[in-house]
Every structure is written in C-alpha cells, then in structure tokens.
C-alpha cells in the first residue's frame, strides 16, 4: 500500500539489488524436472527492495513437486528513468527479462525443469507479466510457458517524450543542468542518498496533481510496443495458459479517505491517469454515483472513488485480458475473484483489499509483511489456505486448477467469451462459480473503450 502522503519515494533503496530467491525441496538435485514458479514482486515500479514472498508453503502443498524463484529488480528512478535518447527504458523490465534467462540457463541445477516455468506476480508484478506476454509484439523468446497474474494492473504508460520531461524534472532538482552531453553524468555521480533526498512524486506532463506512482513503464516501441489494451487487442501476446483476477475491493488502499466532494475523486482520477477528458470524468461519475448525495461527514466520497479506481486499474483489466486469450483461442484461461473477508480488515472499512490473496497463495506470513490474523491455523479463514494454494500448485504444476487441487474444492471453470465463468473464493473457505454482474461488464466495456485513449 502507499502511503498516505507519498511525496517522498523511499529513503534506502539503491541499485545494489539485483539477487535471485530460489526454494527447492530438499531432495532435489540436478537430475531433476520439476516445475518452476518464478513470482515478480509488487510495489507500483517504485517501492519494494525486497522480495516479499517466501515459496515454502507452497512448495509444501504441491506435493514438494515444485521449485520457487522470486527475484529483486530495480524500481523507482533506478528502473524506470529516461531521457528518451541515451538512457535505455524499462531497465526494471529488463531486469526481470533478465533472471528469466538467468532461470533457462541455470535453475536445473536446484532439479527445476527450464521448459516448464511460470511466471507469475501481484499488482505490479502481475502487471509485468502482462508485459512480458505482450512484449515485442507477444515474441516467444522460450522464456516461460505458462502465467499467474494475481490483482493485474494496467497503469499509465509513458511516451518518450513524458518520460524525457521526469528525467529533467530530476535533473533539476539534483543541480545537474548544462550541456545535454553533461546531464547523464552529472546524475550518475550522485550518491544513491542524493537521489532519494530528491526523488519526489511530481505530476505527469499536462497534469497538475502527483500520482501515487509517478515512476511507470514507458512505450518504447521495442519491449513495449504499444499500449497494453491495444496489444490484446490484436492478439499481440503469447499464447500460454493463464490465471488472473482480483480482490473485491481493489481500489480502498489507495483512493483518499477523506475524499469529501465529486471534484477530490475526479481529481484524484485524472491524477493517475491523466489523459482522462473531462467528457470520461464524467462518463465515470455516472457509472459509479454517490448514493449520499449531502456529504454529511469527510470522507463520503472514498467509497465511490475507491470502486472506480479499483475496477478501472485492476478488476477490469485482468477481465480484459482473460476475453482476450479465450478470443484467441487459449482454452487454457481461469479468472477469479477473491472474497475472503477478514474481520479486521473490514473493520477498517478496506473490505477485501488489493493483493490480499497472496495470504492464501503462500500461505499467512509466507506472502508478505502484516499478514491478517484471521488466516493462521484454527482462525476464520485457515480453510483457505488449502483451498487457494491446490489450485495454484496444479496450475504450477500442470498448467491446469483442476488437475491436483484440493480434494473438497470445486472444479474451477476455464474462461470463455460466450459463458465469463470465474470462480469466487469465499469467507471461510467456501468457493463458488460465477458470471460477472451486467453491471461491472458495462463498467468494464466502458474502461475498455478507452484505455488506449488514457494510455493504459
């Protein structure tokens, strides 16, 4: 989650940190093949220097048929700067591209087969793997052979052009102006705490308010030819089996709480997405009214922003993208919502916040800092556990929910244009198969129309 007042973009992080996690079973040795799972963590491309999740769990409940990576790569201005000339885009990406190849060449040494990986992630980590299948144009470089986009995000991306004016902005504010041939140096020379004392949210070219994640991937014409709704669009993407979905309440982490008028949400909106006309803002009003109208206390205006946000970023984008494998002909394609609620987490108002499924995938403390109470062993939600981590270590290990999920869970029916079958993870355990509400398809048709307008 950011944080309430993100101005500043961290204070520790440095470029020295680009390691590979690897978790095998014990008795694995170089004679063996077993599957790969290769996790790219979240953080909007601009916080997490660490990866957050430990693969022992799930190695546990696939039957110790499995082998888990997870990687660091750089994030912020140290992955994601550009002048739009010298400075090479999308080096986070590029990072990531990077320990896949590390992967083919040597995770066979920890007994993990290189021609049967899984690439998955959680928000912006699941947006990476929407990009490493849409990237080139959807070139299959052998790299992975099947996906797992947990909470998939489509945010903003940059020209070269919007990304040469943040790389200035930088600039500027660490005193290296002159001669353009000067610039790149003058930064380099920079101590990573130089950096970070400076590396502020600004807002986007044309926009007058800071996103919460400034620092994006940019369309180079090369890793990332394109806008990502565009891509699938076309079909321009690998072919591969594919789980994707997300949280009910995707968006409540993120919007303002005290968002207290209609002008607070429509500012918050076209500050994260800053090409939205005013036309679209209002399109939007009308798609997500606020049922109290008067206001009465601060904060009436958090709930409709929070659902517009989080429909628009990540719910309709992982629908999105599973109608488009299955119009591609990829039978192989499962989406789900997640619906567990914690008690405490409802308490707060947050509902089923983003990436909060990453419990249950690893297992509670495994995947990440703050894990909710309600899911360690004898509390509400344990039962879960089992339930989610039997889908994905099949998936993992077969490219199929189905094949080794566990023995009280329901088959999980693949995506299809003609029936949206997803399956619902529920309270407690519980598990049901559902199409999405009329409602949220007009939303996310809406969205749909225009994401290449609003570059995502």
Request: proline share 6%; hydrophobic share 35%.
């Amino acid at each position: 989650m950011p944080p309430s007042d993100p101005k500043v973009i961290g204070d520790t992080e440095s470029e020295d940190c680009l390691f590979v996690n690897v978790w095998a079973p014990t008795r694995a040795s170089s004679n063996d093949t077993l599957p790969v799972y290769f996790y790219i963590q979240g953080g909007g491309f601009n916080s997490n220097s660490n990866a957050h999740a430990n693969g022992t769990g799930l190695i546990i409940a696939g039957d110790l048929d499995m082998v888990v990576v997870s990687i660091n790569y750089r994030v912020g201005v140290y992955g994601f700067l550009s002048d739009g000339a010298e400075v090479t885009p999308n080096i986070g990406l590029h990072d990531q591209r990077k320990a896949l190849q590390w992967v083919q060449k040597h995770i066979s040494k920890f007994g993990g087969n290189p021609r049967h990986v899984v690439i998955g992630g959680d928000s912006a980590g699941a947006a990476s793997v929407s990009l490493h299948l849409s990237a080139f144009g959807g070139k299959d470089e052998g790299l992975f052979h099947g996906a797992a986009a947990e909470s998939i995000s489509f945010g903003t991306l940059l020209t070269a052009k919007e990304s040469a004016y943040q790389y200035q902005s930088l600039a500027i504010r660490l005193g290296c102006v002159g001669a353009d041939k000067d610039i790149l140096p003058c930064i380099r020379s920079k101590s990573a705490k130089e950096i970070q004392q400076v590396n502020k949210n600004i807002p986007y070219l044309g926009s007058s308010t800071a996103p919460l994640y400034m620092w994006t991937a940019t369309i180079d014409n090369d890793l990332i030819p394109d806008v990502t709704y565009r891509l699938y669009e076309q079909g321009r993407f690998i072919k591969v089996p594919l789980i994707t979905g997300d949280d009910t309440n995707g968006g409540t982490g993120f919007a303002p709480r005290n968002a207290s008028t209609l002008a607070e949400s429509d500012e918050f909106l076209k500050a994260q997405f800053p090409f939205l006309t005013l036309e679209q803002l209002g399109n939007i009003n009308d798609l997500y009214p606020n049922k109290n109208k008067t206001c009465p206390a601060p904060g009436c205006y958090w709930r409709q922003t929070s659902d517009a946000y989080g429909d628009m970023r990540y719910m309709c984008p992982g629908l999105y993208i599973s109608n488009a494998l299955a119009h591609y002909g990829v039978a192989q394609s499962w989406n789900y919502l997640y619906n567990v609620e914690d008690p405490a987490q409802m308490a707060e108002g947050l509902g089923v916040p983003h990436v909060v499924e990453l419990n249950a995938v690893f297992g509670p403390g495994l995947g990440g800092d703050n894990p909710p109470a309600s899911y360690f062993k004898g509390e509400k939600n344990a039962p879960v556990i089992p339930v989610v981590q039997g889908y994905w270590s099949s998936f993992i290990r077969s490219f199929d929910p189905n094949k080794y999920r566990h023995n009280s869970s329901v088959e999980w029916q693949a995506w299809s244009e003609e029936g949206k079958k997803r399956i619902v993870f529920e309270t407690g355990g519980k598990t049901r198969i559902e199409t999405p509400s009329h409602d949220l398809q007009k939303k996310c048709s809406y969205f749909a129309d225009i994401g290449v307008d609003i570059r995502q």
